[in-house]
């Protein structure tokens, strides 16, 4: 049923490029990192997208593809009979939580953009900045009526199930955001005071690092690939058989990680230089970045194409978690699309109200959603990989589009042995730390 969303099979990479590129790269991780003392935080960051991240995205990516259907039809079609399929019912429940604050985020950037196109970013000091972002976060009214219009343009798309044109445009606006943000870069690096920014972002201080720290790098490096939720199981089954997938999945995970890293080069060299705290939570972004449009030439037109592309990047994200919630009640509830699309919109409305009025929720939704949820999704399809669907189907899955022999075996062994063990550890440990804490 799911099946018309995307024409072209090619697209199916870009898409996934798409769900993974957004809020989570240039709002959550600089804010997190912040949080978590810099640079060792980073370096854990990289050990887990590349060595546990990639391999639950290359998992997912397989079994999707070799079910072809979307995340809950695939795991009852590959483990008929079985409980399997609960990950798919969490998956759902997943995309509600990370939807309802997204939501309120990706209103925000909306509403950043409409504040750069009337000018009232241009000529404020970084105090001012601060001080209308927590106007902004604090007035429950404006984030609901900017995450209705966000989610309204969502619940369009996926309704239609024109994601297919949407992918099209993003393929031409992503490269440019990229630009733009190096761009960025470049005046950020040459900010007064820049080189602490970009120390605290670098030099790795391990006294730093708390241990909830590195379960956090963990939920991050998940939230950002999109993982542990089913959206690239689904995407997986639109991918072409004559793809290959390892190749795919390492460009989505280097793309993602360059936009991460690259927002943070901006971010944290314009706190330094403005005397903005790194650590000050989800408003990062918001009160660091706007004070470098008005230290370059063109300030006003480049902030509001950021903003712009900014919130195509949240569109493409919103839309592959809307879509997960949406081709689960038209696959298997019968619902069509239209009415299934509205109904969930409203729902995820009415909890990302909950969020605008209470940020302890908000908090709530986004911990729960990206550390526990996500990691503890992600165990078990790791875990399904070798156990049900076996070593020679995802062999074939990888091998037949060229990838090497000796690729595939280190691949498996760390998808057999390592991954659940690094998950299943960071979780118990924390579990057992808050129990006791
Ligand atoms: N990866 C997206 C981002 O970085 C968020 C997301 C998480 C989307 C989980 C789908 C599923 O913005």
Redesign the pocket.
Known sequence: MAREVFNSKMGAIAAAAG???????????PYVLGENGGGAFLFVYILFTFLIAVPILLSELAIGRRAGKPVLGAFKALAPGTKWHLIGYSGVF??FL?LSF?AIVSGWTLLYAYRAVVGELAAISPDEMTTLYNHTSSDPVVSIIWMFAFIGLTAFVVMRGVQDGIEKYSKILMPMLLLLIVLLCIRALTLPGALDGLAFLLKPDFSKLTFTGIFEALGQA????????G??TTYGSYISRKQNLVSGGFSIAGL?FMI?FLAAVIIFPCAFSFGISPGQGPGLVFVTLPNIFNQIFMGRAVSIVFFVLLSV??LT??I??LE?VVSFLVSERGFRRKPASLLVAGLIGLLGCLCAFSSTIFSLFDNI??NIL?PGGALFIVLFIPHVLGKEAFRSELEACGTRQRVFGVLYFVIKYIVPVAIGGVLIYQIVNWLIG
């Open positions: 769900s993974a590129v957004g809020l989570g790269n240039i709002w959550r991780f997943c995309a990370i997204y998940f939230f950002s690939l999109s993982i542990g939720m959206t690239m993602d991460a990047a949240a994200s919103t592959s978690l997960v959603s990206a996500l």
